[in-house]
């Protein structure tokens, strides 16, 4: 990826200008809704473990429209629920999949992690493809972009601990720039990919 952490960075900052508030209210719902739904009595952690994937799906979408300049209500994190069969699907395959990396080792769970972590954008602009396709093109897409992801997410990591100083309040406003990171971190993979996809083995446009 040719654009530096601190550009990707600044340009989140730069995306959010003028709509922090609608970009909370996303994050808050998709929170409330992952991890309220665990408290509920009967429907608990599967619950949340059914819905997370449709509400990813949607919370991608939201910010993915964002970065691209497009208006966008808080409510629409909840599309995602169009595509429940593929949404829950994806998520349910990655998780298996990073859990069993997990189980040889960390670092190989890790690595799993961050080869899935563009699935949802995928499907966000994509929805026609399988959740296995999704996940298989998130995982081709990532390649040679993992230690990128690795330092932005110790760079999320640093901003979290500052967060705690506040009490947790600065969660608020961390979430949805993280979020915001990611569907700008997606949008310059996705455009390197397609610079790549252009040129033949020999250097040459490809325009078939």
């Avoid at 609608?22 to 059914?50: D, E, K, M, N, Q």
């Avoid at 602009?125 to 972009?145: N, R, T, V, W, Y």
Wanted: with cysteine; charged share 10%.
């Amino acid at each position: 990826m040719n654009t530096p952490i601190q550009e990707l960075l600044s340009n989140s900052q730069q995306s959010l200008a003028g709509k922090w508030g609608p970009a909370i209210l996303a994050s808050i719902l998709y929170l409330a809704c992952t991890a309220g739904i665990s408290f509920i009595p009967v429907v608990g952690t599967i619950g949340s473990f059914i819905i997370t994937g449709p509400l990813s799906l949607g919370i991608a979408g939201y910010f993915l429209r964002m970065v691209k300049g497009k208006d966008s209500p808080p409510i629409r994190i909840f599309d995602g629920f169009q595509y429940f069969g593929t949404a829950f699907a994806a998520y349910f395959i990655s998780s298996v999949l990073i859990l069993l990396w997990a189980l040889l080792l960390i670092i190989p769970g890790i690595m799993a992690a961050m080869s899935y972590s563009l699935t949802f954008y995928i499907l966000s602009e994509e929805p026609q493809l399988s959740a296995m396709d999704a996940i298989d093109k998130s995982k081709a897409m990532m390649e040679g972009h993992k230690m990128q992801l690795f330092v932005l997410c110790l760079v999320f990591f640093g901003m979290a601990i500052l967060c705690l100083a506040t009490l947790g309040i600065g969660f608020l406003w961390l979430s949805p720039y993280i979020s915001t990171v990611m569907a700008n971190f997606y949008q310059e993979v996705k455009g390197e990919e397609f610079q790549h996809s252009m040129y033949d083995s020999e250097g040459t446009i490809d325009m078939v």
